[in-house]
């Protein structure tokens, strides 16, 4: 394969292409779902396939198969050529890409237990313990599953870059709804339990302990009475902030919105050029950082799809907004440098666009308890349920799983129906204190692009809190 | 795309299946040649084309199931893929649920022919023809952005009863956002068709022109309840919701329907009817599910009335019901059955009729990233945009800011006053491919839509 790839570059560069790359990619998953007690089913998947890509002419021409000999290969060098010519035929400018060394090298995930060798017994196991544990009085539906991923790919560019890796993920989910007479469902349920890792993971992840924590919550959002509408305090549990750093910081940021290639589909932004720099996203203690180094992040790599190597930058400083996700055309585009490589492809079908890596707020120094003793009365939210955004990241609308009365700095009783909507940079203008106690948390399937792309990303948060956020409440 | 056809693609699916050693086995095949262009700034800016093929292979060994996914059609891998998912339901449990898989059955009724030789041929050219068309059509001052997208399938399936079936299909697709130079505006428009000639890239442009050019001077709406207008685009996101929260037998047996324990009961008002018709002429589907079963059309609310979801085999057998032929991709979609051909019945309210009708209200285009709150309710949340305007009279009198909007969809339906006629479309998440729903859909003018926000200007 590595001799067709460089073979693919070398034809392009011969037809006059100003660029070209040629990208291997091999993915497999092996899945265990349990319902109800029972294995529901257990998958393996396995897709391979090659992408290339060429600038001739001054635009982008990409073409991809999964059919990998000769004459398909052949095919995806006229296909590519065939794209770029009528892509040429509307552009003003050129395509610039910002220039980065070419790369040689491999990137292997560390891991202490290959999940893809741990025992289907064990497995099944793990989840029928998981699965005793969501069983409860008013629990109507149980789920649980693991799951482990493998992604092997390569990439050559007529530039000279020639770079493998091999990434490692594991993952593992519960999910419980409870329903009791006439009451609307609880449900409860991870969002983001996986990690570029092996089955250690896994076991760390205390999937038993949690199912029962689940289970626990389900059956007492039943029976919780209605939460007053009003502005009050919330703290929210890093799970929870996880997913607003990656909505309200994570995509805004992405450099392809900033150029309108997403404003017909996923939009674009309110974090524009001209106010890096200026822009008051956020309160002094929020700062966020894009970072594709963090050990066991579901958005490390050695290299991105562009060939540009693991970086690490800010977005937001002390409630500033500073920088972007870019890859090399953007950055070109935009006139910046590289700062962060940022461009990802789902698999071989695709053609990479600017995705987030793990887009993380910054931990803070007050200890977790310390941080609940400052409220004197408000909410704990847990994880987010339904969430929407609006073209721009600024208008978006949360409820939440679970949520907990604290009172006097403890947590009491459950409350029901809070949810509450808000704009970004006001929101993030009323945080006034960020816990220490930072964890890091995986996506699966971020969605974007045409065709539909869905990413691994990493987001790290901690506890933090923000005052007189208004709330809603649904019966 | 030279299709493969009939015989190439389920002849090596009979083959890997005669001596597969399981006590039964299903094969699905799905090709997908997709040549997607955008366009940015009146200028293509990504021009992909991807070609590929997905193998589901099923093993059930004593009603335990194995499932091996491959992109491989090759007569060795596909045998290997069915004694590898052999060996992962001999590792697994019995699953008491297991339907079996399908046996073999004539088609209910005439099936649509979603296929159209002259869209599989489209090449590069022609897309960017297109787009160049819908550029040219923009005045100065205004600029494009939006998306051609071509679509040749081909499904195939197999399975150890003497299932075997094979039905190509194409999809056409041209979308333009315009935007103002000048002021913050925007209006959008779309053609989505099964063929190429369906699509009329001037057309296009000039309808997301007009809105563009009446998107001006914004200002924002108080929260509140309001008459309203919505296009076809802003009800197909309505019924998107609908249709994950509510329309499958698993959703009804879970209790996370809207129709759970309300079959037969009036659900929302008379003049709202549903139906998932994939052997409608207007939409796009191939005749039969991922199951090998033939789809049938059912119909879902009847003059406001629940009448019963759609079923995949699994859910069938646990709601005592039949399979209606909507089993789809579990990578894709959730268990239980999957209505992605939905029907609603429409009227002949002209767009003028409809704006016409509303003294006080707000006309939505379209929505952007839409959720629910609570999918018992099949309430819907989500932003407008490109295209959000103030009714005063019987007419357009303000653009406003992006509103939010959050309301059950039972609710929104039971305040229907008009209907135009439809016309096919599919909501945001679908139209890049996150699910698949087809609507072939009427805008309405309603009573009261829930208004719980505004953008900034």
């Known amino acids: 394969m590595a001799d067709a790839l460089a073979d693919l570059v070398h034809l392009a560069a011969a037809r006059g292409a100003t660029y070209a790359d040629a990208r291997s990619v091999e993915r497999d998953h092996e899945s265990v779902g349990m319902r109800d007690g029972e294995v529901e089913a257990v998958t393996r998947t396995a897709d391979r396939g090659v992408a290339f890509r060429v600038i001739a002419n001054g635009a982008w021409g990409f073409a991809a198969t999964d059919r990998t000999g000769e004459g398909p290969l052949r095919g995806l060098l006229d296909e590519a050529f065939r794209r770029a010519a009528a892509s040429a035929s509307t552009r003003t400018k050129p395509v610039t890409l910002a220039p980065v060394p070419p790369q040689r090298g491999e990137y292997r995930t560390t891991l202490a237990r290959d999940p893809f060798g741990v025992p289907m017994?064990?497995?099944?196991?793990?989840?029928?313990?998981?699965?005793?544990?969501?069983?409860?009085?008013?629990?109507?539906?149980?789920?649980?599953?693991?799951?482990?991923?493998?992604?092997?790919?390569?990439?050559?560019?007529?530039?000279?870059?020639?770079?493998?890796?091999?990434?490692?993920?594991?993952?593992?989910?519960?999910?419980?709804?409870?329903?009791?007479?006439?009451?609307?469902?609880?449900?409860?349920?991870?969002?983001?339990?996986?990690?570029?890792?092996?089955?250690?993971?896994?076991?760390?992840?205390?999937?038993?302990?949690?199912?029962?924590?689940?289970?626990?919550?389900?059956?007492?959002?039943?029976?919780?009475?209605?939460?007053?509408?009003?502005?009050?305090?919330?703290?929210?549990?890093?799970?929870?902030?996880?997913?607003?750093?990656?909505?309200?910081?994570?995509?805004?940021?992405?450099?392809?919105?900033?150029?309108?290639?997403?404003?017909?589909?996923?939009?674009?932004?309110?974090?524009?050029?001209?106010?890096?720099?200026?822009?008051?996203?956020?309160?002094?203690?929020?700062s966020m950082t894009a970072d594709a180094t963090v050990p066991g992040g579901m958005g490390t790599f050695g290299w991105d799809d562009d060939g540009v190597p693991a970086m690490r930058t800010k977005l937001v400083d002390k409630g500033t907004f500073v920088g972007y996700l870019t890859s090399r055309e953007t950055a070109g585009a935009l006139g910046i440098p590289v700062a962060i490589g940022s461009a990802r492809a789902e698999g071989w079908q695709h053609f990479p666009i600017v995705r987030m890596v793990n887009v993380s707020l910054d931990p803070g120094t007050t200890p977790y308890p310390e941080l609940l003793a400052g409220v004197e009365n408000g909410l704990l939210l847990d994880a987010p349920a339904s969430y929407s955004l609006d073209d721009k990241r600024q208008n978006f609308h949360f409820s939440t799983q679970s949520a907990r009365v604290i009172r006097s700095g403890a947590l009491e009783g459950y409350v029901r129906g809070v949810a509450f909507q808000s704009l970004t940079p006001d929101f993030w203008g009323r945080c006034d204190g960020v816990a220490d106690d930072w964890e890091l948390h995986g996506f699966l399937s971020c969605a974007k692009g045409e065709p539909l792309q869905l990413m691994r990303v990493g987001h790290g948060a901690a506890h933090a809190r923000f005052r007189d956020v208004p709330i809603e409440v649904r019966a | 795309m030279i299709l493969r056809g009939a015989d190439a693609l389920l002849a090596p699916l009979r083959d890997a299946l005669r001596d597969v050693p399981a006590d039964e086995a299903d094969i699905h095949v799905h090709r997908r040649r997709a040549a997607i262009t955008r366009y940015s700034h009146s200028s293509i800016h990504q021009n992909a084309l991807s070609d590929e093929t997905q193998v589901r292979a099923r093993a059930i060994v004593g009603k335990a199931v194995g499932i091996v996914q491959t992109n491989s059609l090759d007569p060795g891998d596909l045998r290997r893929a069915l004694a590898d998912a052999a060996e992962l339901a001999k590792k697994s449990r019995p699953d008491d649920g297991w339907p079996g898989v399908a046996a073999p059955e004539p088609d209910p009724t005439v099936a649509s022919a979603s296929f159209d030789e002259a869209t599989s041929r489209v090449d590069a050219a022609a897309q960017a023809s297109a787009i160049a068309a819908v550029c040219a059509a923009v005045p100065p001052g205004m600029r494009a952005a939006g998306t051609s997208q071509i679509e040749v399938t081909e499904d195939a399936v197999a399975n150890t009863r003497g299932v075997a079936r094979y039905a190509p299909t194409t999809m056409a697709y041209l979308r333009a956002l315009v935007l103002s130079d000048q002021y913050v505006g925007s209006g959008y428009a779309e053609d989505l068709s099964m063929r190429v000639d369906g699509l009329d890239p001037v057309g296009v442009a000039a309808r997301a022109v007009e809105k563009c050019a009446r998107d001006r001077d914004r200002t924002q709406l108080a929260p509140g309840d309001y008459a309203a207008v919505f296009e076809e685009l802003a009800v197909a996101e309505i019924l998107r919701i609908m249709s994950i929260t509510g329309l499958s037998g698993q959703s009804v047996r879970e209790g996370r329907s809207f129709m759970t324990g309300r079959i037969g009961e009036r659900v929302t008002g008379e003049r709202f009817t549903l139906l998932d018709d994939p052997t409608d002429g207007h939409t796009i589907a191939p005749p039969f599910d991922v199951e090998g079963t033939p789809k049938r059309k059912v119909v879902l609310v009847d003059r406001g009335v629940a009448k019963g979801p759609v079923y995949d085999r699994a859910s069938a057998k646990a709601m005592g019901a039949r399979s209606t032929g909507h089993a789809a991709d579990p990578t894709r979609y959730a268990p239980g059955g999957h209505a992605g051909n939905l029907v609603m019945v429409g009227g002949e309210a002209t767009r003028e009729h409809l704006i016409g009708s509303v003294e006080h209200g707000v006309l939505i285009t379209r929505f952007h990233y839409t959720n629910t709150p609570d999918p018992r309710a099949a309430t819907m949340t989500g932003t407008t945009r490109d295209g959000t305007f103030l009714i005063e009279d019987g007419k357009i009198t303000r653009a406003l800011a992006n509103v939010r909007y959050t309301m059950s969809a039972l609710d929104l339906f039971a305040g229907i006053q008009l209907l135009g006629p439809q016309r096919l479309a599919r909501d945001w998440w679908s139209s890049n491919g996150m699910g698949s729903i087809y609507c072939y859909v009427p805008p309405i003018a309603v009573s009261r839509a829930t208004i719980t926000g505004s953008s900034p200007l």
């Open chain 1, 121 to 286: 017994n064990e497995r099944i196991a793990l989840l029928r313990a998981a699965d005793a544990e969501l069983r409860g009085p008013n629990a109507k539906t149980r789920r649980a599953s693991v799951a482990a991923y493998r992604t092997r790919k390569r990439l050559v560019t007529s530039e000279g870059t020639d770079v493998s890796q091999e990434i490692v993920e594991s993952g593992a989910g519960v999910a419980v709804t409870a329903a009791k007479g006439g009451a609307r469902p609880a449900q409860r349920y991870d969002s983001r339990l996986t990690r570029q890792a092996g089955w250690e993971f896994i076991e760390e992840l205390d999937l038993v302990g949690r199912a029962a924590r689940y289970r626990q919550d389900a059956e007492a959002m039943l029976d919780a009475p209605l939460a007053t509408a009003r502005p009050t305090t919330l703290v929210f549990a890093p799970e929870f902030l996880a997913l607003l750093v990656h909505e309200s910081c994570g995509h805004p940021t992405e450099a392809d919105r900033v150029l309108e290639y997403e404003v017909a589909f996923a939009g674009t932004t309110f974090m524009w050029p001209k106010d890096r720099g200026t822009l008051r996203y956020g309160s002094e203690h929020v």
